[in-house]
């Protein structure tokens, strides 16, 4: 008999700005939940859909009109739709306006540091973010709501405050963006198993699912 691959290596390659990574992750850790029996590693990868926002940040009717081409009533039931299918999957995204999009790449930086960490303190990080950017509108380009967002994840404050007041892990951080994107990673999420496969999108659980297990028993 083959030898099954022990664990999966998952890297969720996504951005605190994107919604459709949102339901993504919650659409996934259902997944996982499901698959109790199968051991995997998850890691969270940067991706930054607006690498150039300024840190005044910019209107998301706006925003979304210059970049897409959208009308404000395409965008109103674009995101409808994306609230209806996070309901789905347990992410409350928030019913009032929209909001502002934010710069995202302290986040980022703050993401890596937790990677080094024991345990889920990036996972935990990571959904914390989230709930800061689409749960409660807030600036996650601001340095309060970001130490916010740590204390929620129970990670150390003040070691998450020294490293937004430096540029530590800016290097790291480009150098993973740009490994993805040579990788042909355009569009996130984009969650890339054992280095080699790839699913796109926010999938439902059972996708994620069939697929991780598909993989799963193949030979090592």
Known sequence: ?????SALKI???????????AV???????ALQRMGDVKTELHFQPFELNPSMGPEGQDIT???SQKYGST??????????????GQ????DFRKEGRGRVWNTFDAHRLLHWAGSLPGDAQHKLKKSLLRAYFTEATNVSDAQVLLAAVDRAGLDRA?????????EFAREVREQEA???QLGIRAVPSVVINGRHLIQGGQPPEVFEQALRQIAAQPA
């Open 88 to 91: 789905t999957v347990g992410f």
């Open 1 to 5: 008999m083959p030898r099954m691959t």
């Open 11 to 21: 890297d969720f390659v996504s951005d605190v700005a994107c919604p459709w990574c």
């Open 62 to 64: 706006e925003h979304l």
């Open 179 to 181: 490994h993805w994107q």
């Open 72 to 85: 404000a009533e395409q965008q109103a039931a674009n995101w409808q739709a994306i609230r209806e299918r």
């Open 24 to 30: 993504g992750l919650s659409s996934l850790e259902q």
């Open 159 to 167: 070691r998450a405050q020294a490293i937004l007041e430096t540029g």
